[in-house]
């Protein structure tokens, strides 16, 4: 049985708190040596480009890759096949649309449990699109959340996302209208905006807070300043090829001389433990995520399992035919 999964079948198989939880799992399998993931293939496509990102977790017994591209003028479209790693047998196609800003969400949570203050605060939100909003859901999910401020460039956005999760999550959420009075006297400050322009002051960040950056996934995008890196007592990354390599913010930073290497660490470490925290309540961390396929898989399996208890998607039978060896 090979089982497809809509957009709204993957919506319907997994919540939030089921995305952290396996955000957990696999940032342990990753840490504790289990995990293969190469690098992810980025090929130029027409005036867009598409990418492949594989990764087998052999702990969870789970294979899989996702691929996405981006059509300039249309957009972006995104789907995981996941596999069985003892078999090899395809066991799902999926869109990965909500699968890819739930999973987002879901590590910023893993790593603010670890470098955030152990105490609720008021969360600046920085955004107004899905990916901001599932960072407001995540920060709700795991208790850090009293009160939230959000901050769009657009009025209509801001009010709307804050109207919504108002409703939604039971807190005070405010519309702002600058990013600096988003950010002021927040403990926890979450950023997801796929900008040219920096949207993020490292000059504006109050010690003790932390920072979840991940909305620049491309070189052309810009979303923290280097402040913001050289003023983090410690920088956790989901992966250093990704980040350094991908995410146009943290390469001007390296270029502008603003990292010291001995603060980066990748999450699977710190998960594990194998990596500094928070020292003191005084300290600025930050998180950097691109998002990873060892994420993609590991909330690809949650969703299929769920999907297949819930008797969601539709059997698309002997797919693909296996040739055997």
Avoid at 8 to 18: F, P
Avoid at 145 to 159: I, K
Avoid at 210 to 236: C, K, L, M, W, Y
Avoid at 303 to 320: H, K
Wanted: charged fraction near 25%.
């Amino acid at each position: 049985m090979v089982l497809l999964l809509t957009h709204d079948d993957v919506r319907a198989s997994a919540s939030m708190a089921d995305a952290v939880e396996a955000m957990e799992i696999a940032f342990k399998e990753q840490g504790d040596g289990c995990v293969m993931q190469p690098q992810r293939l980025n090929v130029r496509a027409g005036k867009g480009w598409i990418r492949l990102g594989p990764a087998v977790l052999e702990r969870s017994g789970w294979m899989g890759f996702k691929a996405m591209n981006l059509t300039p003028g249309q957009g972006v479209r995104y789907q995981v096949h996941l596999y069985r790693v003892a078999n090899g047998e395809l066991v799902s196609i999926m869109d990965a649309q909500h699968l890819t800003t739930l999973r987002t969400g879901a590590t910023s949570a893993v790593a603010t449990r670890r470098l955030a203050r152990d105490e609720a605060t008021t969360v600046g939100v920085i955004g107004a699109g899905a990916e901001a909003r599932a960072q407001a859901e995540a920060m709700h999910c795991i208790g850090v959340a009293s009160s939230m401020r959000v901050f769009s460039r657009t009025p209509a956005n801001r009010e709307r996302l804050a109207r919504e999760l108002t409703t939604a999550l039971g807190i005070d959420v405010q519309a702002v209208t600058t990013g600096r009075e988003a950010v002021a006297g927040a403990g926890v400050v979450v950023a997801a905006v796929k900008s040219a322009e920096t949207v993020l002051l490292g000059e504006w960040l109050e010690p003790g807070v932390h920072v979840n950056s991940v909305g620049t996934a491309r070189r052309d995008q810009r979303e923290i300043d280097p402040g913001t890196f050289t003023r983090s007592a410690v920088v956790v990354v989901d992966t250093r090829e990704g980040v350094f390599g991908e995410a146009g913010d943290a390469v001007a930073a390296r270029e502008a001389g603003a990292l010291d290497e001995q603060r980066i660490f990748e999450l699977s470490a710190l998960v594990t433990g194998n990596a500094p925290g928070r020292r003191d309540a005084s300290e600025i961390t930050l998180f950097k995520s691109v998002g990873t396929a060892v994420q993609d898989v590991a909330i690809a399996a949650r969703i299929f399992e769920q999907a297949t208890a819930r008797g969601l998607g539709r059997d698309l039978g002997s797919f693909p035919i296996l040739k055997e060896a």
